[in-house]
């Protein structure tokens, strides 16, 4: 054995982590918790500014205690090019710098098909965390988004078997694609007793089981005037029956103002809330009416009954062993399903396999396992 073995240690594996927008925020908590716990990384963070508001960004460091960005590239708002743009040569230079061994993306929204975009050309391997999603939707941009990040990554980690089967059906070889449970989940389990603790009910005057809670964003649903007066009308017969709360995403809120002239639905509208405070309110809703992809998940884990206002859902397994129910954006439809609900027809689901909290854990035991053994 010589000196330079006997004191040779493993060197530690650098990691670059991104996130731009809120539900990325979600996943990356308990990816930077596992990966900042074990000397054997060192881990960056990059916040790419695509959400930059109090409400849709700091707030959510602040509550799951995601360690502060080492380097904020405040891209801000524009149009899909312009918003993919800024970020690819910006995080180009970035990684030209860096070097890292892995950069870690999550879930599918401009950022994290940029920042993949950037390090495929340089030769950095991607880790995809929720991999394999497809709602079959082309006109969705997350849809683009999703197929383009997943052609390109390294570490294809996935949620649920459909994600899997997708992925090979897109020629990807067998031994890229990991099924290790969910990140989102993780987090919510993490935090769902603070959360139970909150008074956001009472604050808001509301009983366990006596109100529905709403979010709606989807360009699809937003920025058509008769769809969203249609939506709105549908959702305001609801609300006479059983509150609605709206946590209004910044898009809807412009979308009042551009379609309907700035007049407010008639429900219980809020600004966007906190991670905890939300969590709450999903915890204790009789329902939830929603065209997000993460809530279809998140109610399927607390056991409460989704309706999902689009056509399609990139996340299948919420509606064969979830509570999830899809029912698209006609007003008619929306009424009949709440009502089968508001008579006692609820969907009861089980949470899906590996959806247990430790889906970060397996992730950076098979980017170190990996590396290291490419070392
Ligand atoms: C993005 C993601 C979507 C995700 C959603 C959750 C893409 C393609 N879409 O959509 O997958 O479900 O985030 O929120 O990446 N705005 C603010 N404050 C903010 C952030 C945005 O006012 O902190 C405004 C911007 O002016 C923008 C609009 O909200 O015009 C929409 O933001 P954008 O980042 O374009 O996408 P989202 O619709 O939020």
Excluded at 100 to 108: K, S
Excluded at 268 to 291: C, G, Q
Aim: charged residues 25%.
């Amino acid at each position: 054995m010589t000196a330079d073995e006997t004191h040779a240690s493993p060197r530690s594996l650098n990691a670059l982590v991104v996130a731009g927008a809120r539900p990325n925020f979600i996943k990356i908590a308990p990816l930077m918790e596992e990966l900042r716990g074990r000397a054997s990384f060192h881990s960056r963070l990059v916040h790419t500014g695509q959400h930059y508001d109090r409400a849709m960004s700091e707030n959510f460091f602040r509550d799951l205690g995601i360690p502060e960005p080492d380097i904020n590239l405040g891209v801000g708002s524009g149009s899909h090019g312009e918003q993919t743009g800024r970020v690819l040569i910006q995080m180009e230079a970035l990684l030209e710098e860096q070097r890292p061994d892995v950069l870690v993306v999550v879930g599918d929204v401009n950022s994290t098909l940029a920042a993949s975009l950037a390090a495929v050309k340089l030769q950095v391997p991607i880790a995809h965390v929720e991999a394999g999603l497809r709602s079959g939707d082309r006109t969705m941009p997350e849809e683009i988004n999703r197929i383009l990040t997943d052609a390109i990554s390294t570490w294809l980690f996935t949620t649920e078997a459909d994600a899997d089967k997708n992925l090979l059906r897109e020629g990807v070889a067998p031994e890229r694609i990991h099924r290790v449970g969910n990140v989102m989940i993780d987090t919510l389990l993490r935090n769902l007793a603070r959360a139970r603790k909150l008074n956001t009910l009472e604050d808001l005057g509301l009983e366990p089981g006596g109100y529905a809670l709403l979010t709606l964003h989807r360009p699809s649903n937003v920025e058509n005037s008769e769809k969203l007066q249609a939506l709105f009308a549908a959702l305001e017969e609801i609300h006479r029956e059983l509150p609605i709360v709206f946590p209004v995403h910044p898009r809807t809120a412009a979308a009042i103002e551009a379609h309907l002239g700035g007049s407010q639905p008639a429900l219980r509208n809020t600004e966007p809330l906190d991670y905890l405070d939300f969590l709450r309110l999903m915890a204790d809703a009789k329902l939830v009416l929603t065209d997000s992809g993460g809530i279809q998940e998140e109610t399927t884990a607390l056991g409460v009954n989704c309706l999902t206002l689009r056509d399609n859902t990139e996340r299948p397994i919420t509606v064969t062993e979830g509570t999830n129910t899809i029912v698209g954006s006609h007003p008619d439809v929306i009424l009949s399903e709440t009502r089968k609900i508001l008579g006692g027809e609820s969907k009861t689901g089980r949470t899906p396999e590996l959806w247990d909290g430790a889906a970060a854990r397996r992730i950076v035991d098979i980017i170190e396992r990996d590396l290291r053994s490419a070392l």
